[in-house]
């Protein structure tokens, strides 16, 4: 199956697009941080399932939020990487005050 996008730069409006209601973007920038921060004290603290339940924390907000926020299907089923990078991006973009405006400037918001 050829991929419909052939750069992040292609998937990003998508992948905003897919994001549209306010609820989901804080549900996922959300899930991000904790995922990130439960990461980082696997690592250098421990213990080591914390390493593990990381993705289950960021994967499992954003799919809740898919399914009953957004009702579309996640796009890390299709796009793992991509996705995984709009996730990481998103959560900066709010972390920095700057979501608004990126969100302004694909029309959405």
């Known amino acids: 199956m050829e991929d419909r996008f052939r750069s992040f730069?292609?998937?990003?409006?998508?992948?905003?697009?897919?994001?549209?209601?306010?609820?989901?973007?804080?549900?996922?920038?959300?899930?991000?941080?904790?995922?990130?921060?439960?990461?980082?004290?696997?690592?250098?603290?421990?213990?080591?399932?914390l390493v593990l339940l990381a993705p289950v924390i960021g994967y499992g907000c954003a799919w809740v939020s898919h399914f009953f926020i957004e009702r579309n299907r996640p796009a890390t089923f299709t796009y793992p990487t991509w996705s995984l990078l709009g996730d990481l991006r998103l959560a900066w973009l709010a972390a920095t005050g700057r979501l608004g405006a990126e969100l302004r400037r694909h029309g959405l918001g």
Request: charged share 10%; glycine share 8%.
């Open 9 to 49: 730069a292609e998937f990003w409006p998508f992948y905003l697009r897919e994001h549209a209601r306010a609820a989901t973007r804080a549900v996922h920038v959300v899930g991000t941080w904790v995922a990130l921060a439960v990461l980082v004290v696997g690592i250098v603290n421990g213990p080591w399932w």
